[in-house]
């Protein structure tokens, strides 16, 4: 498989991208298409390999079929953006095509991702009470699952270290891999706990929002696992061993993470239901988003005061009301002007990567983080 991203690296170390002249990294659609299809075809290797371990323990046949259901059923679905990126990184920094045996353990790392993301959304679900996930009835709503899904969850997260026992255990970086997803996991649980508690549903208090806040929860409980996690990974299993590099990979993708997070809040009100696939519930949810927190900083007393009467209300007059206070306020321009500045913060970071194409050791690219930055940059969906 020929690198997808990979050619628009830099070839000299001191070059830097003209970020307003070069051309996107992405795909094609159908390229786009056969590089997730290709991801999708390891699925079913990775799915036997875990039943099979239930043979081997000699589980009932019910029980067996109950995993498999579960695995099927939460895994494999939604873009998978989170695995094939570990997928595309590995290439980048490699700097060549895999092949047969490195995609496949590129991919699985990819797959590991996936299945903490389906542990996330079994469990979130739950919490939030939510009805439908990638347009199916989430996992605990259908018949006969209900509170099963706690212990679902637990196990689609098992699965992580299943396989990497089975197939990392005799690299020299099998220890890396299993405190990058013991942390992130953590990491994640202790953005949703301050989410949780910031925002219930069932209890308005404005009082409790910040924008401090807000990038508390954005940063742990999405930017880990969704962009250093598979960058990380990728960075593990082509050998980098620089503490350094770590920092600096963290430090360009926790600020991606939050120009995501910020732009799902932005679309969740201001995008059309057309673009984003949905229709946005954020004031209708309490959600402590990006717009009620710049509305929040920036609100009149009398904003204020509608804001506090009608935020995280079930009614779509109350919900009507918010937006009118969003669109006072100027939401749309103040975005705007956010995502120009991130954008140009993080176009800088990456810069400051330092890449010597003599070096003995694989080292960091730019083009794999600039590869992140053109899939959402300026997104409407």
């Given at each position: ?148 899904a706690i212990n679902d969850a637990f196990m689609l997260e098992a699965c992580i270290y299943y396989l990497l026992k089975k197939h990392f255990r005799s690299e020299p970086y099998y220890v890396e891999l299993l405190e990058l997803f013991h942390d992130t996991t953590y990491q994640t649980e202790m953005g949703q706990l301050v989410d949780l ?66 732009q799902d809040d932005y679309l969740d009100c201001f995008g059309s239901a057309a673009q984003i696939g949905k229709i946005g519930t954020d004031i209708l949810d309490n959600k402590c988003s990006w717009n009620i927190n710049i509305a929040l900083k920036k609100a009149t007393p009398e904003q204020r005061q509608i804001l506090n009467d009608n ?71």
């Open positions: 498989m020929a690198p997808t991203l990979a050619a628009n690296a830099s070839q000299n170390g001191t070059d830097t991208f003209n970020y307003a002249n070069t051309p996107s990294v992405k795909a094609s659609d159908l390229k786009a298409a056969s590089r997730k299809k290709r991801f999708q075809d390891v699925f079913p290797v990775i799915r036997d390999e875990l039943v099979a371990y239930f043979d081997e323990c000699k589980m009932p046949e019910d029980a067996k079929a109950w995993f498999k259901r579960n695995i099927d059923y939460n895994t494999p679905h939604g873009k998978l953006n989170r695995g094939i990126s570990v997928v595309d990184t590995v290439e980048i920094l490699k700097g060549s095509s895999l092949d047969d045996q490195e995609y496949f353990r590129a991919a699985l790392l990819g797959w590991c991702v996936e299945f903490l993301q389906a542990y996330f959304l079994v469990a979130d679900d739950m919490m939030d009470a939510s009805i439908t996930r990638r347009g199916q009835p989430c996992w605990y709503r259908n018949p006969g699952v209900g509170n099963i508690i910031t925002a219930p549903e069932d209890h308005v208090d404005l009082d409790k929002f910040s924008l401090e806040k807000h990038r508390f929860i954005v940063l742990y409980k999405t930017a880990f696992y969704s962009f250093y996690l598979p960058v990380a990974l990728a960075m593990h299993m082509v050998g980098i061993k620089s503490q350094s590099a770590y920092d600096h990979a963290l430090s360009i993708l926790l600020p991606l993470g939050e120009y995501f997070q910020i935020y995280g209300r079930k009614d779509s007059e109350c919900e009507r009301r918010v937006k009118d206070v969003f669109n006072q306020i100027d939401i749309p321009r103040l975005y705007k002007e956010y995502e120009d500045e991130a954008y140009e913060k993080i176009c800088t970071l990456i810069d400051g990567i330092q890449e010597s194409a003599d070096s003995a050791e694989p080292t960091l690219r730019r083009a794999a983080f600039k590869a992140f930055l053109d899939k959402i940059y300026k997104r409407s969906k």
